[in-house]
């Protein structure tokens, strides 16, 4: 999973459930460490992205659906 496909699935009208989209966020940060690695640059740029994306659920209180 990545940004790009969760975008299109956004325009797509795909989501049924604002859980599925979390869903899809949280295997795209784990996606990102997997495959980068949490030294690499683009890994700490995505704990970095996924710390903010957390913050901004917090914010919403949303944080119940993560």
């Known amino acids: 999973m990545d940004f790009g496909t969760i975008k299109q699935k956004i325009k797509d ?9 979390f869903e899809d966020m949280e295997l795209t ?21 996924l710390e903010e994306y957390h913050k901004q659920i917090e914010l919403l209180n949303m944080n119940f659906y993560v």
């Open 13 to 21: 009208h795909k989501y049924k459930t604002i859980q599925e989209f």
């Open 29 to 49: 940060f784990g996606n990102c460490d997997r495959y980068n690695g949490t030294q690499s640059d683009v890994g700490r740029m995505g704990q970095q992205v």
